[in-house]
């Protein structure tokens, strides 16, 4: 337990380092007066009291971890002791030369709790870190603390960021981003923010010292969503008074499942069924009815204590936690085309059989892969997943992926006794847009008609009915995808759909 008497602050030093501001805090019983300052740490939403961060961390212990100590050396590359007038160091090299950064790593008490952003950032322990490193201790114990915790604790708030457009059911959200990870080209910098950031429009405020990075939701709210001339005729008939800002917020529960506009809350009707069943099964089945594979990379990463964080809101990510799952989505970690992507790390082993019309001739094997991040994720790997091709024979041996347009293929090679996620989207009856305003032009589009939707639907029920697995069927995520899938269809294709879970007892 952390005694409230421990730390005090040194000094007030500024690091920069991915989105944050720390201070630098030191133990109180080898501070000599004349040294202590403001006991604050500081990032770019505000200045935050670290005394009663102490408070609340000392009564958390059932969530203290113990990480390598050898996983706290990313935090100690980056400058955290040279003012704005002097040439910066390595703080590393800094401790090694400077006699009083020196004295204090050697009589810090390597006992005491670490405390961490999820940005990596120390708010407070720095000089315990380092001596563990010097100690050469194998693990230290350290407690994260989230971004939304750490908001309890503001002293000080930078000015509330306005949003551009007014009454957004999302807010734009900032972040400050190290000017050495953006191009000065403003259109390469463009290319790179629209890649990192799929869900958003994002922009960026050069200050100096680093890039400002406005967020803002969702990422086209006119261009891409007015693709499709029917748009307001189908919000009206989802709800009166949906407005297409609204568009990336709108959901419904179902008995046994989720209902949405967009497919990126389908995580969060699996994660609702994994708290109530209180516990992710080792083996899942994932009926994908989709245009698309939805396994790009989210903006998730590893922890060093190995749990998930949301590199965007700073927060635990963990589909046993559906608060920390929607807080994901809303932040745009998680978008549309990387829902399946948290599933397949989470669940130890995962067969997906994925109906679509752009099917590839192989089956895979998926394997996890954990990636550099460039930007927000310095110090944590980013989650992503590896596609390897394989003989039928050893196909459910581990995680695996089958892409088919055939229904019956689509349903074969389930294994018996294991929990069943259906989830679709229905782009994958119709497709006219994807999401492109070159959807007349570029050959992509999938646009059959409504009879044919219709049958479409029928056939696979009776699939998923003929081979009795309407019992295993644990949960329903159902999505609409705007800007894919026409408006004019959604009500006839959903009430179908609908309609034939219920005959089914699926919902």
Known sequence: MIKNTILYSLAFFSIFFGTSDA?????ADDVEPKKISIDTYKDETGTYDVEEIIRWASAQDEIWVEIPADSLFNFFIWDRWSSPETSQRLSLKQFLEDEFHRGRILRADT?????????????????????????????????????SVLARFQIMQVAELESIVPDLPIKDRLL???????????ERRRGVLEDYFPEHLASAEDQVDHWQVRLERPSSPYVGYS???????????????????????????????????????????????????????EELVLLHIDDHLDMMSPRIGLRSD?????????????????????????????????????????????????????????????????LEDLLLGISF???????????????????????TSDIDIWLSDIPADVPIFLHVDMDFFNNRFDGSSAWQEDGRGHDISIDEQLGLVKDIFRGIERRHLESRI?????????????????????????SECQRLGIM
């Open 23 to 27: 201070a630098v805090i030191a133990e």
């Open 111 to 147: 006992v005491n709790l670490i405390l961490l952003t999820n940005r990596s950032t120390i708010i407070a322990g720095i000089y315990w870190a380092a001596k563990a490193m010097h100690e050469r201790l194998e693990r230290v114990r350290c407690l994260f603390v989230d971004q």
């Open 176 to 186: 400050a981003i190290d000017k050495a990870l953006l191009p000065e080209d403003s």
């Open 227 to 281: 693709l499709d001339p029917q748009i307001r005729e189908g919000l009206t008939w989802w709800k009166p008074g949906t407005r297409i800002r609204d568009i990336p917020i709108e959901k419904r529960p179902l008995q046994k499942g989720l209902l949405a506009l967009e497919d990126q809350w389908s995580p969060l009707s699996w994660s609702l069924y994994f708290r109530k069943n209180g516990f992710v099964p």
């Open 306 to 370: 190995g749990n998930f964080v949301d590199f965007i809101a700073g927060d635990l990510f963990s589909l046993l936690k559906p608060e920390t799952v929607e807080s994901a989505i809303l932040s745009g970690a998680i978008g549309k085309g990387s829902i399946i992507t948290p599933l397949v790390w989470e669940v130890r082993k995962i067969h997906v059989r994925h109906l679509t019309f752009r099917p590839e001739p192989d089956i895979f094997s998926l394997k996890k892969v954990a």
């Open 381 to 403: 790997p980013r989650i992503s997943i590896q596609h390897e091709k394989v003989e039928r024979d050893s196909l459910l041996s581990d995680s695996n992926y089958i892409p």
């Open 474 to 498: 644990v949960d329903l995520s159902l999505c609409f995808s705007p800007s894919f899938f026409p408006a004019e269809f959604w009500e006839p294709v959903s009430k179908l759909i609908q």
